[in-house]
């Protein structure tokens, strides 16, 4: 087994992006887990090669990481992974709304996303998700960050924020990136609110269809957008794992 030198913290803190002819990636920093990195695939670039990803794993090995997470998946783009020995951890469901038509939305007051809220919306994201899902300050970063626009939306009460969003535009697609509602304040139409919302903007700046994913698990959020219009896409996305300790560098 080859040895690895161990980076420091703050090496491991930054983020990197790597190129490989024509391809693009992210390594990042997981959630705030001091030695788990997440690749994802940039989708301006081209599909995901087997030298490509080893590129990923060895930049990720070497500064230290010793689990990478990916972001979701498409079907297409699993075999270079599953070649260096990533695992399916997690399956999601992916369901496109062709915004024809768009929902109105219950008479909640919006407000923009402003900084001053920003730990209010991380707990309110913390009590609406399983662990491993709940988003930190960086991952919250990267929702606003994965498109070339974005908007978030947040409804609060005398307490603070309960209910948040964030829309993402690239071209003529929308991405519902984020969404969580306090589970004390679930079942009231907070969630349809900030969808509707999502999906007129989305609509008005000339996006043709609008995409969200969740657990197949999370069934009160397939509820939801299923009755906003939402439909199912055939092919889910997956999210895969590999522990690196033991390792050999990729070639």
């Known amino acids: ?40 695939v940039d989708a301006r670039g081209a599909h995901p090669s087997v030298a ?32 260096h020995g990533f695992e399916p951890v997690e399956e999601l469901v992916v369901l496109a709304h062709d915004l024809i038509e768009v929902p109105v939305a219950p008479a909640y007051r919006l407000r923009s996303f402003r900084l001053r809220y920003r730990n209010e919306v991380l707990e309110v994201d913390q009590r609406s998700f399983e662990e491993f899902w709940q988003l930190d300050s960086g991952g919250l970063d990267e929702a606003f960050g994965a498109t070339p626009r974005a908007r978030g939306r947040l409804i609060r009460d005398a307490g603070g924020v309960v209910a948040y969003s964030v829309v993402g535009l690239a071209g003529a697609e929308a991405f519902i990136q984020r969404l969580a509602v306090d589970p004390a304040h679930q079942g009231v139409g907070l969630g349809r609110a900030l969808t ?6 989305a609509k008005i700046r ?13 069934t009160a959020a397939l509820g939801l957008y299923e009755r906003l219009g939402f439909e199912r896409r055939r092919a889910p996305l997956t999210v895969m794992e590999l ?5 050999d560098t990729p070639r």
């Not at 509707?196 to 903007?201: F, Q, S, T």
């Not at 522990?243 to 390792?247: P, V, W």
């Open 196 to 201: 509707a919302d999502a999906l007129g903007w």
């Open 52 to 83: 490509g990803v080893g590129r990923c794993v060895a930049d990720a090995t070497e500064r230290g990481f010793d689990r990478i997470l990916t972001a979701a998946l498409h079907r297409d783009d699993l075999f270079p992974f599953v070649h």
């Open 243 to 247: 522990h690196l300790a033991g390792r």
């Open 1 to 40: 087994t080859t040895s690895h030198p161990r980076f420091t913290t703050s090496t491991m803190a930054r983020s990197s992006t790597l190129a490989w002819r024509g391809e693009r990636f992210r390594v990042t920093p997981w959630r705030g887990v001091p030695m788990t990195a997440q690749l994802a």
């Open 206 to 218: 000339s996006a043709r269809v609008a995409f969200v994913n969740t657990q197949a698990t999370n």
